[in-house]
């Protein structure tokens, strides 16, 4: 069975600076692999996704993500953390059938 | 930019009533979805439907859920006698080709069971 692992319920970081989500997946064979970002009272919006090529992703808002088969990690990241990236964040895999993480909650201090 | 549009935003209803969730999945997808969030949990699968007929459901779509597309424009889920523990958000959601491609979501209705 597919899995979906977000170790960080909450993160909270400074605007300016760096950021990393993490996400963990569990399936016998290579996924598709999304991020979703959730604003408060707002649906779920895709960032960017991975099927094939090249590891490193772009998405939009300058959020990027890299698949590591090897960690079977694909983790976000975003060099400048802005004010309204705050939201929540889910990472999600479709291997059988769709499966989205418990989500991490991100707070951006002034 | 086309988007999933979903009907209410907000459905407050007595245990026990059917419900009917509204939404209007981008024109030319062919593949629909719909997902729940009970508060401060996960997004949760519930039943993907193509061709008219259900294609995938998880096991919380039990015998009280149905899905329909009644015309060419619209998807429903209904909920025949609703419980408590059926408050959360519900998400539609469409594709132009299977689930793996990507999956584009509706706002959402808040449904409350009192």
């Known amino acids: 069975a597919q899995s979906v692992t977000q170790p960080d319920i909450h993160i909270t970081v400074s605007e300016g600076a760096s950021l990393e989500l993490r996400c963990n997946y569990s399936y016998g064979a290579t996924p598709y692999l999304f991020w979703y970002v959730q604003s408060p009272g707002q649906g779920l919006q895709l960032l960017l996704k991975y099927f094939s090529g090249d590891t490193l992703v772009q998405g939009i808002k300058g959020f990027e993500a890299e698949f590591k088969r090897s960690q079977s990690s694909f983790n976000l990241r975003k060099p400048s953390v802005h004010w309204s990236d705050a939201a929540e964040y889910f990472c999600a895999v479709h291997g059988q059938n769709f499966v989205f993480g418990p989500g991490t909650r991100l707070s951006v201090l002034p | 930019e086309p988007e999933v549009t979903q009907t209410p935003s907000h459905q407050v209803t007595q245990m026990g009533q059917e419900v009917i969730l509204r939404c209007v999945p981008i024109?030319?997808?062919?593949?629909f979805y719909w997902y729940r969030q009970i508060l401060g949990q996960k997004v949760e699968f519930l039943v993907s439907?193509?061709?008219?007929?259900?294609?995938?459901k998880s096991e919380i779509f039990d015998d009280q859920f149905s899905v329909e597309r009644p015309d060419g424009s619209n998807f429903t889920l209904k909920i025949r006698s609703t419980k408590l523990e059926d408050s959360a958000m519900y998400f539609c959601?469409?594709?132009?080709?299977?689930?793996?491609?990507?999956?584009?979501f509706g706002p959402g209705t808040r449904l409350t069971v009192l």
């Open positions: 959601a469409s594709s132009i080709r299977d689930g793996i491609d990507t999956q584009y």
């Open positions: 439907f193509y061709n008219n007929e259900i294609s995938e």
């Open positions: 024109s030319n997808h062919l593949y």
